[in-house]
């Protein structure tokens, strides 16, 4: 029952127990059957996915923070006929094209991931991120294309990546984040008749990540046919009520509180990659 994802006859009280379930198993969803990690300290660092559920031609590298491991087993399972091998790096926090806040952790695994791209030469790399630093604001007088430092960053680092690429480069491109404070309210908002578009504005946080995708859009330009935009934003955008949605129809959210995509959030973005990867081969 609790990692029920059809529709079936649930109720919005079964609705509750899932997003409640989801959130307290969320760090357990990040460990991946199909990976054999190089530290005991799974789901993060670096791990070599299991070659017998691929039947593919292609070394494929899958590098980012935390949603990496969050994808892990939708990737392997949609894309893993393109590769005849699948290296995930992950780390908790850390943008790979820019060193997060600037801390030490994700300074080295700045570093760590041109150096494992650089030994590994692959054909293909997947690069799932959820934003953090990337989607901090310009300086006043500076845009993306005039003197912003962390975009300048993000470009020395894409061009370390790119010669050691054989393919291409697949950048998961920035979504807004969830006000993790709504997540649980979701079934007693819909309980009491609260309007959807109305609980959608109060979930969904578009600041910042339009100045993500900024920076984003530009290193595709400047990365050239090599690199490319994979974009959610069709997925959770809502054409009737002009607004992101981040849960079902009964209520079942896309995302948890620690911002990662719940079971049923992994359901809705699957296509995604199926298409992605069936445009590969």
């Given amino acids: 029952m609790m990692e029920q994802l059809d529709h079936g006859n649930l109720t919005l009280d079964d609705a509750a127990r899932l997003n409640h379930f989801w959130n307290v198993k969320d760090y357990l969803n990040l460990m991946v059957p199909t990976c054999r990690y190089e530290s005991p300290y799974g789901p993060f660092g670096w791990c070599h996915h299991k ?15 935390s949603w990496t491991a ?9 894309c893993g006929h393109i590769a005849k091998s699948i290296l995930q790096g992950a780390a908790s926090a850390c943008e790979p094209l820019y060193p997060t806040r600037l801390s030490r952790a994700c300074r080295s695994n700045f ?15 997947f690069m799932f991120t959820r934003f953090v630093t990337i989607g901090d604001p310009f300086p006043p007088n500076v845009t993306v294309s005039d003197n912003d430092t962390i975009y300048e960053t993000m470009k020395e680092q894409m061009l370390k990546f790119i010669p050691n690429i054989s393919r291409r480069l697949y950048i998961l ?13 979701i079934v007693p908002m819909l309980k009491e008749k609260v309007p959807m578009e109305q609980i959608d504005n109060l979930l969904v946080n578009q600041t910042l990540y339009q100045t ?10 400047d990365c050239g046919p090599t690199c490319v935009l994979v974009d959610y934003d069709p997925i959770f955008w809502n054409s009737t009520s002009g607004t992101f949605r981040f849960y079902d129809e009964i209520g079942r959210s896309y995302l948890s509180t620690s ?3 719940t079971p049923r959030g992994l359901e809705h973005i699957r296509n995604v990659w199926t298409d992605v990867c ?3 081969l």
């Fill in 111 to 125: 570093t760590n991931f041109e150096e494992r791209i650089r030994q590994e030469k692959p054909d293909f790399v």
């Fill in 51 to 65: 070659t017998d559920g691929l039947s593919g031609t292609y070394k494929v590298m899958t590098i980012g923070n």
């Fill in 173 to 185: 491109d920035a979504m807004p984040r969830p006000n993790v404070e709504y997540i649980e309210k």
């Fill in 70 to 78: 969050n994808h892990a087993n939708v990737f392997y399972q949609e």
């Fill in 259 to 261: 911002t990662h995509l």
């Fill in 212 to 221: 993500a995708r900024q920076r984003y859009a530009k290193i595709a330009k």
């Fill in 278 to 280: 069936r445009r590969i």
